[in-house]
């Protein structure tokens, strides 16, 4: 699989903190990639020997991140994206970024993205000393698209005019642009 | 009668032959529900290879790159029998699970302005080793949360940008 590009991703949420535990998630991610590009020779070699041991052990998070150092060695670019990063919970959370840095550290050619509310920004600085930023906020463009999306799934389309409308278009934007 | 109230079952396990109506029946709303993606459970083979995930990863679902990944991933692996038990060891989550709303596909032009940022067009376009590995897009509660539903706009960032990533290596 040397000349490809592969991108994996993982979406958090505040529901599934608990089985979202780091070794889970970085697992999905080597997931995606053996299912794509085959399992690589090492973690069927761990699967092996885990599974020799009473009852089959399970997976601990330096195993799982000396897996996935492994595997991505081989590729030129991988993009690794992570959404909502902030419904993790705080442990897993700063033990996902101190393993995506050991992980990057070795991988020139892996780019980490990642999005989440701005309180979490500290935590990924602690980890990463240079971060690119992009402060989210809709632009009026955006507000309004959604807004006449949101209009036009109306389940009582007779409770709207077309003044109502006028105004839901014209005063939530605004609203949005004072805060 | 609405695919919603039904709970699917494999329909690897319905003999065509068997002469039950209620089995063509449930047949035929499973085939309804599966061949709908907006439905968690549209894809049969990764819930006999895990079938505990819908309670693990009802959430997991919404992240739908699944198709933008086998575009930009050449190549198609054949997984044996045992390479399915390690698959499930590595991990009970299953992101590739893919889930897209009605909604999402009518926010096409939502965030957009984003991919447009020097932010991003530096983090992309860096070449091996440069220190700028991490992009870190962050949408303040008050406002991104509550008007465009935040997790729309971050999988719509990340479908362009894979659209781009493709682009911009077109030869592998």
Redesign the interface.
């Known amino acids: 699989?040397g000349?490809?590009?592969?991108?994996?991703?993982?979406?958090c949420?505040f529901?599934?903190q608990q089985?979202?535990s780091t070794?889970?998630?970085?697992?999905?991610i080597?997931?995606?990639l053996?299912?794509?590009?085959?399992?690589p020779e090492n973690?069927?070699e761990a699967?092996q020997n885990?599974k020799k041991e009473f009852g089959g052990r399970g997976?601990l998070l330096p195993d799982m991140v000396d897996m996935l150092k492994k595997t991505i060695t081989s590729l030129?670019?991988l993009?690794i994206?992570i959404?909502?990063l902030d419904e993790c919970t705080q442990k897993h959370r700063r033990e996902l970024l101190e393993s995506l840095r050991q992980i990057?550290r070795g991988s020139?050619?892996?780019?980490?993205?990642?999005?989440?509310?701005?309180h979490?920004?500290d935590e990924?600085v602690e980890c990463?000393?240079?971060?690119?930023?992009?402060?989210?906020?809709?632009?009026p463009?955006?507000?309004k698209?959604?807004?006449e999306?949101r209009l036009d799934?109306d389940p009582i389309p007779k409770a709207m005019d077309k003044e109502l409308r006028a105004d839901i278009m014209r005063i939530?934007p605004e609203k949005?642009s004072e805060? | 009668m609405s695919p919603d109230l039904y709970e699917p079952q494999p329909p690897i396990s319905l003999d065509p032959r068997d002469p039950l109506s209620s089995r063509e029946k449930s047949y035929s709303r499973c085939t309804r529900s599966l061949t709908n993606p907006h439905k968690k459970f549209g894809s049969p083979s990764i819930a006999q290879m895990s079938p505990g995930y819908q309670q693990?990863?009802?959430?997991?679902n919404?992240?739908n790159?699944n198709n933008?990944?086998?575009n930009?991933?050449?190549?198609v692996?054949e997984?044996d029998g045992?390479?399915r038990?390690?698959?499930q060891?590595?991990?009970?989550?299953?992101?590739?699970q893919r889930h897209q709303g009605v909604?999402t596909d009518?926010?096409d032009?939502?965030?957009n302005?984003?991919l447009e940022?020097s932010?991003?067009r530096?983090?992309?376009d860096a070449g091996?080793?440069?220190?700028?590995?991490?992009?870190?897009?962050?949408?303040?509660?008050?406002?991104?949360k509550t008007?465009?539903r935040?997790?729309e706009?971050?999988?719509k960032?990340?479908q362009r940008?894979?659209t781009i990533?493709?682009q911009q290596?077109p030869?592998?």
């Open positions: 699989m000349k490809d590009i592969a991108i994996v991703g993982l979406y949420d529901h599934a089985e979202q070794t889970n998630i970085l697992g999905a080597l997931k995606q053996a299912s794509r590009g085959g399992i973690t069927r699967f885990a997976l030129p670019r993009f994206c959404d909502a990057v020139p050619g892996t780019r980490v993205f990642l999005t989440g509310r701005p979490i920004d990924i990463f000393s240079k971060v690119l930023r992009i402060h989210l906020s809709p632009t463009g955006d507000i698209s959604y807004l999306m799934d939530i949005i805060m | 693990v990863t009802g959430n997991t919404s992240f790159n933008s990944f086998n930009i991933v050449n190549f692996t997984i045992e390479g038990q390690i698959l060891w590595l991990s009970p989550l299953e992101p590739q909604r009518r926010l032009n939502v965030g302005w984003v940022t932010e991003f530096k983090w992309r091996d080793g440069c220190d700028e590995q991490v992009l870190f897009c962050c949408g303040n509660p008050g406002v991104g008007y465009v935040w997790e706009l971050g999988s960032i990340t940008w894979l990533g493709k290596f030869n592998h």
